[in-house]
Every structure is written in structure tokens, then in C-alpha cells.
């Protein structure tokens, strides 16, 4: 009698498909998930809008997603996945230690949030653990006293970027989740008013009108 193999048979080998927009993790990666024999790696791609056209996407078990990536950004990725009902798990692959995001990456339905500056040779027991029901986020508990001290350097910041703090306060307030009517709200401002800061904000830093680029400028400038 015929008997169906499911992803967590030991048996049964783990799909997976790889989005990252850098080539060097896409082939460590790979190389990680080969070594184990559970594991096989179905395709690759360098951005979102090439992922989303994958034929093969509804089938696999495992989606490792880069939230920076070109096209469609991760949490686009994410949104979109979860429009289409597509059944599999989902682990972000980020840069971005950051609460807020793992928090809006979460409500979009991933089902881990690792750190690229971990250790990537665990990848594969946290695939599994992610295959036998757990989610994975770190733990944002613990904040050094570096990341309290985070506008120690506010103002050479504000003049080598021509920013103001309201503008620098709109970057941190789209990364902690927020849209613009929120921030209005928040702010005590007028949505147009809102508008307009984040128009000059995209000038002046040169960046696209998504929330992943605020957090690529605000992590490299250590505004998170």
C-alpha cells in the first residue's frame, strides 16, 4: 500500500527556494542546506518580482527571504503570499535588527526572522524546527547601552544629510511600522504635512517610497 511522504517524513526531501539579492549568501546558503540530505534547494532568485513568477513556488515546503531585495520587496513578497493562500513556511533572512520589523514581518505571515550576522550553519535545524510547527524570532530584549544612546549624533547627522529632526522622526516612525495617517495622528500633523516630509525625504537621501528603504538608510546610519 501506498503510503504519502510529507515534508517532515524522514524520507521526504524539503524544498526550498532561495530569494536574496546577493550571491554570496545565496551560494553559502546553498551550500549549508546541501550538506544535509533532507534538504533540496528547487531554485534561486536575485529579486521579488522574478520570485512571485515562479512556477515552482506553490509547491515548495520553504521560502529563505532577503527583505532588500530589487522589484518586489520582501514584504510585498510577503503580502503577496499571503493573498495567493500559498500553504508554505516562510523564514526572512535580514540585516535589520530591528523589533518593529520582525513584528510587521510576523503579522505578514513569516515564520522566522534570522539575522544574517548569526551563525548561518544552524540554518538547517531552524528550517526544521520552523517545518515542526515553531516560529523563530530573536530575542529584542536585550538592548546595549550603544543602542539607548541612539541621537548622540543627531545633529552632524541632520547636516551632512540636510535633514530635519521632524524628517529624521517621520524615518524612525515609518520603521517602527507606521503609515502616514498614523504618524499624522501621532505627530500632530496634517497627512499633507506628512506627505511632504517624506517626498523630501526621498529627495534628499535618494531612496524608493518604501518602508524597506528607510530601514536599509536607517540601519546604515544607526537610526534603528
Known amino acids: 500500500m501506498l503510503t504519502h511522504e510529507g515534508p517532515n517524513s524522514p524520507k521526504a526531501k524539503i524544498k526550498v527556494i532561495i530569494a536574496d539579492d546577493h550571491p554570496l549568501i545565496i551560494t553559502g546558503i546553498t551550500e549549508i542546506l546541501e550538506k544535509n540530505k533532507r534538504f533540496s534547494v528547487l531554485e534561486t532568485h536575485k529579486d521579488g518580482n522574478s520570485l512571485m513568477q515562479s512556477t515552482v513556488l506553490p509547491d ?6 532577503d527583505l532588500n531585495m530589487p522589484g518586489k520587496d520582501g514584504l510585498q513578497v510577503l503580502e ?12 526572512v ?35 526544521l524546527e ?14 546595549t547601552e550603544e543602542d539607548l544612546n541612539e541621537f548622540t549624533f543627531l545633529d552632524q547627522f541632520l547636516k551632512k544629510y540636510n ?18 495617517k498614523e504618524i499624522a495622528d501621532l505627530l500632530f500633523l496634517s497627512s499633507f504635512t506628512v506627505q511632504t516630509h517624506r517626498r523630501n525625504i526621498f529627495k534628499k537621501l535618494n531612496i524608493e517610497g518604501n518602508a524597506i528603504s528607510h530601514y536599509k538608510f536607517a540601519s546604515e546610519h544607526g537610526l534603528l
Not at 60 to 65: N, Q
Request: charged share 25%; net charge positive.
Open 130 to 143: 520552523v517545518m515542526d510547527g515553531k516560529k523563530v524570532f530573536p530575542d529584542f530584549s536585550k538592548k
Open 163 to 180: 535633514l530635519t529632526k521632524r524628517e529624521a522622526e517621520v524615518i524612525q516612525m515609518v520603521c517602527k511600522g507606521h503609515n502616514s
Open 80 to 91: 503577496a503570499i499571503k493573498f495567493m493562500g500559498l500553504k508554505l513556511q516562510v523564514l
Open 93 to 127: 533572512l535580514t540585516s535589520y535588527f530591528s523589533k518593529e520589523l520582525a513584528a510587521q514581518c510576523e503579522m505578514a505571515g513569516a515564520n522566522g526572522y534570522i539575522l544574517k550576522s548569526d551563525n548561518l550553519d544552524s540554518l538547517a535545524a531552524i528550517i
Open 60 to 65: 515548495v515546503d520553504v521560502l529563505l527571504l
